[in-house]
């Protein structure tokens, strides 16, 4: 279950200052973060990742229905607090989200590296999902004011329309970008007050992992968000198909998942909005429509005298 | 006069660590969701409790679920006593029994007079069963014969309604306590032994229940009179509830796998029951928002 290492820097500078024994390098565990803790799967089963360069491979948990089924009960128990957290609240929250993420760029450039990104296009991808994060942080009190509406009607009634989050998400985060692709996904998600279960790229899925430890220690609820890692294959009917799911995120441009994902939310009529594979840092990649897939309308008739 | 059965802790919690460690899938499965609701006493026991919310959960006791019609109805529905009649109303021409929490229920802390008249009341007004609870200070004072003989007089005053009594183990400290608790409300004419009210923590437990029943198991070898067990109180899940089946199997045999020798004590359990259910049928994971709350 240990990760391999052959080139890894503590290890050799260690060496070099004179040591007469290379130290063992201490490395990371992959595992999942589900309800804010780091289990494993239940099913016990991993998939190996292999640097494209070669010379460095990680596990990581291939998970099963059952982690999804337990994750999305997680994700229903912390729906009732953060939805109910003030707008305000929430964009602290997401703000120190984009501070823990600044505070541990090395290692998500150290994981993109091991990805096959240039250090170039490494820093530019973290520093991007930095900004992202901060992006979606003032958003969280503002949607509402923009979106939301006082409606004219030709009776004496006071009618408007509000807007209230949809519930437990699922995303099915894009399959091409690891980390600015992901934060592209889930922040608009939980800053408009849902709760969701993500599962990262099977390809690029390390700072998926990662991202979930910056969570924990960001004052973001445990459950809010869950991430899980393992094969589209296995779990897309899972994650299109749980009753207690009132929305998908569906990232990726294969017409039969996607035609897969919108019958089984006719179930119990989830909430689909679809995100093809893109470049995540064009500028149009962010913005206040993603929180808005994510919200219900709820519009009152409250009657007037004249 | 009572001879104290030591109970030996660690192997009752190594017998059910192996025992947990059971997998029930499939059909399997189902069979025992279904059954695991045949045996539940629908409880509602809040002191809000209304008239229309009894009659709503007989409803439920009924018919579980409204899109599936051919499981089971529950077994007994539980009440306070001033709400037997309406409960029985409701339930007039099913097989459902109501039972009735009675002598002062939870603390039992009244004068035994008052709790005899209770009793009688309660089966007058219709109680098919009655759940008492032990005067549990008398017990932890050692008073052994005087909480038998309370148990002895309870039973007189239920005439033909069944008695189970509850022991509270939640405050009885030690299993070795719950054991001889155990046998003084069998020999003292207990028809069902019960863990909780449900109004106490620990309710019930994994550990509890099984020194129970191996109470039960040894009064049925020495005599082959047959006690009934219902563990109460903080049994939520599905998952849990299969726990228990498999313990009662290996415990007292298939013969206790019925409503009239075990029972659930639950409200919140026949929802989860449910979604299960429809799990197992459809595949799909299940949301409580599909089913009804009471």
Same mark, same amino acid.
């Given at each position: ?306 | ?23 029930? %899938? ?6 025992? #969701? @279904?059954?695991? &609701?045949?045996?539940?006493? +629908?409880? /509602? !026991? $809040? ?107 309870? %039973? ?6 069944? #008695? @189970?009594?509850? &022991?509270?183990?939640?405050? +009885?400290? /030690? !299993? $070795? ?118």
């Amino acid at each position: 279950m240990r990760n391999k290492s052959e080139e890894n820097g503590m290890g050799g500078q260690i060496q070099e200052a004179g040591a007469e024994r290379a130290r063992i390098p201490v490395l990371k565990t992959y595992k999942i973060y589900v309800d804010g803790k780091f289990p494993r799967t239940e099913s016990g089963r991993y998939f190996q990742f292999k640097s494209p360069a070669g010379g460095w491979s990680a596990n990581l948990c291939e998970c099963s229905r059952k982690d999804f089924r337990d994750a999305v009960t997680a994700a229903r128990g912390a729906f009732a607090k953060w939805s109910k957290a003030t707008p305000f609240n929430r964009g602290q929250i997401l703000y120190r989200v984009a501070e823990m993420l600044e505070g541990r760029k090395a290692q998500f450039v150290e994981e993109l590296l091991h990805q096959g990104l240039t250090r170039a296009q490494a820093e530019s991808e973290v520093a991007a999902s930095v900004d992202r994060l901060v992006y979606y942080a003032g958003w969280t009190d503002k949607f509402q004011q923009v979106f939301s509406a006082v409606n004219p009607v030709a009776s004496s009634y006071f009618n408007f329309s509000v807007l209230e989050p949809t519930g437990v998400v699922a995303v099915l985060a894009p399959e091409e970008s690891s980390l600015l692709g992901l934060v592209s996904c889930v922040a608009p998600v939980i800053a408009g007050g849902n709760s969701c279960v993500v599962l990262a790229s099977s390809r690029l899925p390390l700072c998926a992992v990662t991202l979930g430890e910056v969570l924990n220690s960001s004052d973001v609820p445990g459950g809010v968000v869950n991430i899980l890692t393992g094969f589209r294959k296995e779990l897309l009917a899972q994650f299109s198909s749980h009753m207690d799911v009132n929305g998908v995120l569906y990232c990726g441009d294969s017409a039969e998942e996607i035609r897969k994902v919108q019958t089984d939310a006719a179930l119990n009529v989830k909430r689909v909005s679809l995100q093809p594979e893109q470049d995540w840092a064009k500028a149009e990649a962010q913005g206040p429509y993603p929180i808005l897939a994510f919200q219900e309308v709820k519009t009152t008739w409250h009657p007037i005298g004249n | 006069m009572y001879t104290l059965t030591p109970v030996d802790q660690v192997g009752i919690e190594e017998r059910i660590a192996r025992l947990n460690a059971r997998s029930i %899938k499939k059909e399997a499965k189902l069979e025992a #969701l @279904k059954l695991a &609701l045949s045996m539940l006493d +629908l409880t /509602t !026991l $809040d002191s809000k409790d209304t008239p229309g919310k009894v009659k709503q959960l007989c409803a439920k006791a009924i018919r579980p679920c409204e899109a599936m019609p051919e499981l089971p109805s529950v077994a007994a529905v539980c009440v306070y006593p001033n709400l037997v009649r309406v409960a029985k109303k409701a339930l007039q021409g099913h097989r459902i029994n109501v039972a009735a929490v009675a002598t002062a229920f939870p603390s039992g802390m009244s004068s035994l007079k008052f709790r005899l008249e209770e009793t009688r009341w309660a089966v007058n007004e219709g109680a098919d069963e009655i759940d008492m609870v032990v005067s549990r200070g008398k017990f932890l004072a050692g008073e052994y014969d005087a909480v038998a003989d309370e148990i002895s007089a309870v %039973k007189e005053a239920c005439g033909k309604a069944h #008695l @189970k009594v509850i &022991l509270e183990t939640g405050e +009885l400290s /030690t !299993l $070795d306590n719950v054991r001889l608790a155990s046998d003084i409300a069998i020999l003292a004419g207990a028809d069902f032994i019960k863990t909780s009210t449900g109004k106490i923590q620990p309710a019930a437990t994994l550990p509890v229940t099984l020194v129970m029943l191996q109470a039960i198991r040894d009064h049925y070898y020495r005599t082959g009179k047959v006690i009934g067990m219902k563990p109460a109180g903080g049994i939520a899940t599905a998952k849990l509830a299969l726990q228990y089946l498999v313990m009662v199997r290996e415990t007292l045999g298939e013969t206790w796998l019925h409503p009239d020798r075990f029972r659930f004590g639950a409200s919140t359990l026949a929802n989860d029951l449910l979604r299960q259910i429809v799990k197992e049928k459809t595949g799909v994971y299940q949301s409580l928002d599909y089913f009804s709350k009471d």
